[in-house]
Nanobody, 124 residues
Framework: QLDLVESGGGLVQAGGSLRLSCAAS????????MGWFRQAPGKEREFVAH????????HYSDSVQGRFTISRDNAKNTVYLQMNNLKPEDTAVYYC?????????????????WGQGTQVTVSS
């Protein structure tokens, strides 16, 4: 069992930045690839970003490529999502999730553990 707790959400103006954090409960954290997903009101949950177990291989959705950066610190059992140049359409609840092998970057059903989510609201 891996417990995940997100933090860092909030209200920000368009063009601003936020950094989300996701802390894991166990040292086994480094055995898992990590992803960030988001869900806007009335919409399905969607993939945002993924990082490999080492943190050296990262993938992003087209909508956030170039604006968001995923990173991880395995010594701190934490994954981050740096969000720059935020847009109103980035408003959503953001979730982190952990995935063991075999890896499927954007497939939600392949993620075994999920956090409770943190709200990000971008005003225009």
């Amino acid at each position: 069992q891996l417990d995940l707790v997100e933090s860092g959400g909030g209200l920000v103006q368009a063009g601003g930045s936020l950094r989300l954090s996701c802390a894991a409960s166990q040292r086994a954290f480094s055995n898992y690839a990590m992803g960030w997903f988001r869900q806007a009101p009335g919409k399905e949950r969607e993939f945002v970003a993924h990082t490999s177990r080492s943190g050296y291989n990262n993938h992003y959705s087209d909508s956030v490529q170039g604006r968001f950066t995923i990173s991880r610190d395995n010594a701190k059992n934490t994954v981050y999502l740096q969000m720059n140049n935020l847009k109103p359409e980035d408003t959503a609840v953001y979730y982190c999730a952990a995935q063991g092998p075999p890896f499927a970057i954007a497939t939600m059903s392949r993620y075994e553990f999920w956090g409770q989510g943190t709200q990000v609201t971008v005003s225009s």
